[in-house]
Each structure stands twice: as structure tokens, then as C-alpha cells.
């Protein structure tokens, strides 16, 4: 069954979402009173920073799977 349009939209509605709630939780913050303080392009830079931690964790996980 091929992706359409409208379940792409709705995909990347519901990913900015859940990015919104994964750092309103780190912050300590209603979705709300996130969203009405940091801009877009802050939320950009959470998402670059989960990325690297993701990467980070990731990799020392791989490192101790080598160890042993």
C-alpha cells in the first residue's frame, strides 16, 4: 500500500508532537508553556541534541559489546 499525501502529513503532525512532549518532559514544562516559550528553531536544536545522545549511547553500547 503506497504512502499518501495525507498519511505523511499526519505522520510528521504526530512526529512534531511527540518531539514537543519529549522535551517539554526534559525541560519540566506543560506542552503549553513550551510551546509558548522556545522557538522552532530551539526545538530543532533539542531534536540535534537527542540525536547525539541517542548516537553517543549507541555507540557505548557497541563498545561494551566488544569488551567482552
Known amino acids: 500500500r503506497p504512502i499518501t499525501k495525507a498519511l505523511q ?15 517539554a518532559k526534559e525541560l519540566g514544562m506543560t506542552l503549553t508553556r513550551l510551546r509558548s516559550e522556545i522557538t522552532f528553531a530551539e526545538l530543532q536544536l533539542w531534536v540535534l541534541f537527542f540525536n547525539h545522545q541517542n548516537e553517543m549511547q549507541e555507540k557505548a553500547m557497541k563498545d561494551a559489546k566488544r569488551r567482552r
Do not use: G
Request: no cysteine; charged share 25%; proline share 0%.
Open 9 to 23: 502529513k499526519q505522520f510528521a503532525k504526530e512526529s512534531l508532537l511527540i518531539v514537543e512532549m519529549s522535551v
